[in-house]
C-alpha cells in the first residue's frame, strides 16, 4: 500500500516578513513547502533550513512575479506532477507617495507586482487545482484595500483589487471544491512599517499594539488547515480593531 503524499503550501513571498512566518507555520502543521521569492537568495535559503529543521520539505522557486513568463515557467514545471493543496498569495510592494507627486513608475510597479503578479501566479496553479478539484487559495490583502490611506492610493488600489479578484474567483471555483478567501493585516512589525510614526498610530488602535507577523499567520494556517471549513469568498482582518 502506497503512503499518502505530503501536502504541499505554495506560499508566494516567502522568505520574509509574514510570507516567512507563513510558510514556518504552515510546515508546522506538516506541509511540504514550496517558496517563492524574487532576490534575498540568503533569506530564502535561512526559510528552507528552517523548514527542514521541522521535518518538512522545501523547493525554492525563484522569479519576478511581476514578469508573467517567468512566474508560468517556474509554476508550470512544479504543477505539471501535483498541484499544490494551498496557495498563500502574499509578494507585494509599497512605492508610497502622495498621488500628486506619484509617478507612472510609483504606480507601475506596485501594480505590475501586486495586483498583475496576483494574476501571474495564480492563473497557472488554478487549471491544476481545478483538475483535481480540491484546493485552497488564501490571499494577502491590507486594511488599506478596504478604507484606504493616504499616501497610497497605489498600494490602495491594488490591495482593494485583490480584494475584488478573490470575491470573483470564490463564485468561480467553489463547486469545485476550491475554497478563496483574503487576510487582511492592518498594521504589523515588518521592515515595510518601520518608517511608520508609532505614536500617531497607536492611538486609533484599540488593542493599543502594532501586529505581530505570527497573528496573521495563524489566521492563514487555519484557513488553510482546518477541516470544517465554510468560510469561502470572506475578506478577514487582522488589524487589532483599526477597521472594523
Known amino acids: 500500500m502506497t503512503s499518502k503524499p505530503n501536502k504541499i503550501g505554495l506560499v508566494v513571498g516567502g522568505s520574509r516578513g509574514i510570507g516567512r512566518a507563513i510558510a514556518l507555520r504552515l510546515a508546522q502543521s506538516g506541509f511540504d513547502i514550496w517558496l517563492t521569492y524574487h532576490q534575498n537568495h540568503a533569506a530564502a535559503e535561512e526559510v528552507k533550513?528552517?523548514?527542514?529543521?521541522?521535518?518538512?520539505?522545501?523547493?525554492?522557486?525563484q522569479f519576478d512575479i511581476a514578469d508573467h513568463d517567468a512566474s508560468k515557467a517556474a509554476l508550470s514545471e512544479k504543477t505539471d506532477q501535483r498541484a499544490p493543496d494551498?496557495?498563500?498569495?502574499?509578494?507585494?510592494?509599497?512605492?508610497?507617495?502622495?498621488?500628486?507627486?506619484?509617478?507612472?513608475?510609483?504606480?507601475?510597479?506596485?501594480?505590475?507586482?501586486?495586483?498583475?503578479?496576483?494574476?501571474?501566479?495564480?492563473?497557472?496553479?488554478l487549471f491544476?487545482?481545478?483538475?483535481?478539484?480540491?484546493?485552497?487559495?488564501?490571499?494577502?490583502s491590507s486594511t488599506s484595500g478596504q478604507i484606504g490611506q493616504a499616501g497610497?492610493?497605489?498600494?490602495?488600489?491594488?490591495?482593494?483589487?485583490?480584494?475584488?479578484?478573490?470575491?470573483?474567483?470564490?463564485?468561480?471555483?467553489?463547486?469545485?471544491?476550491?475554497?478563496?478567501?483574503?487576510?487582511?493585516?492592518?498594521?504589523?512589525?515588518?521592515?515595510m512599517v518601520a518608517h511608520l510614526p508609532k505614536e500617531q498610530i497607536m492611538p486609533l488602535i484599540p488593542l493599543n499594539r502594532f501586529g505581530k507577523v505570527e497573528d496573521v499567520?495563524?489566521?492563514?494556517?487555519?484557513?488553510?488547515?482546518?477541516?470544517?471549513?465554510?468560510?469561502?469568498?470572506?475578506?478577514?482582518?487582522?488589524?487589532?480593531?483599526?477597521?472594523?
Open 152 to 191: 497610497q492610493v497605489n498600494y490602495s488600489a491594488s490591495k482593494a483589487g485583490l480584494i475584488g479578484a478573490v470575491k470573483a474567483l470564490a463564485r468561480e471555483v467553489g463547486r469545485k471544491n476550491i475554497i478563496v478567501n483574503v487576510v487582511a493585516p492592518g498594521v504589523v512589525e515588518t521592515e
Open 86 to 125: 494551498v496557495v498563500v498569495f502574499n509578494a507585494g510592494i509599497a512605492r508610497d507617495n502622495l498621488l500628486v507627486w506619484m509617478t507612472k513608475a510609483e504606480w507601475d510597479a506596485v501594480i505590475d507586482t501586486n495586483l498583475n503578479g496576483f494574476y501571474n501566479v495564480i492563473h497557472p496553479v
Open 49 to 61: 533550513a528552517a523548514i527542514e529543521t521541522l521535518g518538512r520539505a522545501c523547493d525554492l522557486l
Open 217 to 244: 499567520a495563524a489566521l492563514v494556517n487555519f484557513l488553510c488547515s482546518e477541516e470544517n471549513m465554510y468560510i469561502h469568498g470572506q475578506v478577514i482582518g487582522v488589524n487589532g480593531g483599526l477597521a472594523m
Open 128 to 140: 491544476p487545482m481545478l483538475r483535481e478539484k480540491r484546493g485552497r487559495i488564501v490571499v494577502i
